[in-house]
């Protein structure tokens, strides 16, 4: 932890418990896992633009 002295406890990777790596690499994989999903079951196509926003240029 952080001395009297000191304004801030700083973190090193050796001080981080392995879990933490664990569930942080299991949240991003679940994100991208189903970003990918939703990419391919809509079979590669654009989003479907609304008519009157202003992303129709796009």
């Known amino acids: 932890m952080s001395q009297p002295g000191e304004p801030y ?4 990777l050796s001080s981080i418990p392995v879990y ?3 569930v942080s690499g299991l949240l991003v994989g ?7 999903l939703g ?3 809509t079979g590669f196509r654009r989003p ?3 008519r009157g926003s202003k992303l129709e240029e796009y």
């Open 30 to 36: 679940v994100l991208l896992g189903t970003q990918a």
């Open 20 to 22: 933490v790596y664990a």
């Open 48 to 50: 479907v633009v609304v």
């Open 9 to 12: 406890a700083t973190a090193t």
């Open 39 to 41: 990419v391919w079951l």
